[in-house]
């Protein structure tokens, strides 16, 4: 099972920053939190991972708590593009799987 | 930039029949995974391969499923007798590095092959 907790659905207007929260509460120190995202039935998207500090890119940032217990995604400008279902994932140390949950649905509206 | 490619995008076939679905993954990784997708359902971990030997599996990976890298480029998936509840959106993906570490494996999935069983 997914060992991550997430909203089914959020909306956010275009041009906004788009949160997406994630709950890892059973996290262990060694693993990432990782997140994907799936636009339509197209295959998952990487977007970002981190371990313990914040992390950016291009795309997306990852803000995890001190505690590391829950993070957050930012989209700091969502566009029309960015609707799709975002998944935030705890990957298993020492294995290659990756477990998705159900993932947040997220609809960006203009 | 670097793409996997995956090939049929869509294949419906009789039950009972056998299937292989092929992956070409971006050239310079070395680790190599297929993953499912029933319609409306989570996508699953099925199985990984590195060094031409699978290196972890689910058990949804039984054995009707086999996988092969027959050469320096295509991966695939093989089915060995379809049934019905085969029918989903097969991803393949690869990566270049493993587990955890500084770089920790990101996964470049292809587009997905859709598999209809009658």
């Known amino acids: 099972d997914a060992k991550t907790t997430q909203p089914p659905s959020m909306d956010c207007a275009e041009g906004r920053a788009a949160n997406l929260p994630c709950n890892h509460s059973?996290?262990?120190?060694?693993?990432?939190v990782y997140w994907y995202r799936q636009i339509h039935s197209q295959g998952p998207q990487y977007i970002i991972h981190?371990?313990?500090n914040n992390e950016t890119n291009e795309m997306a940032s990852l803000i995890i708590t001190e505690d590391r217990k829950s993070s957050t995604l930012i989209l700091p400008h969502a566009t029309l593009r960015d609707t799709a279902v975002y998944y935030c994932?705890?990957?298993?140390?020492?294995?290659?799987?990756?477990?998705f949950g159900t993932g947040t649905r997220l609809q960006v509206f203009p | 930039e670097p793409e996997v490619t995956q090939t049929p995008s869509h294949q419906v076939t009789q039950m009972g029949q056998e299937v292989i679905l092929r992956c070409v993954p971006i050239s310079n990784h070395l680790y190599f995974y297929w993953y499912r997708q029933i319609l409306g359902q989570k996508v699953e971990f099925l199985v990984s391969?590195?060094?031409?030997?699978?290196?972890?599996k689910s058990e949804i990976f039984d054995d009707q499923f086999s996988v092969e890298r027959p050469d320096g480029s295509n991966f695939t998936l093989k089915i060995r007798s379809t049934k019905l509840e085969d029918s989903a959106m097969y991803f393949c993906?690869?990566?270049?590095?493993?587990?955890?570490?500084?770089?920790?494996?990101?996964?470049?999935f292809g587009e997905g092959s859709r598999l209809t069983v009658l």
């Open positions: 994932i705890v990957r298993l140390g020492g294995t290659d799987k990756l477990i």
């Open positions: 059973t996290i262990s120190g060694n693993e990432y």
């Open positions: 981190g371990l313990k």
């Open positions: 391969f590195y060094n031409n030997e699978i290196s972890e």
């Open positions: 993906a690869s990566s270049e590095v493993f587990r955890l570490g500084p770089n920790t494996g990101e996964l470049f």
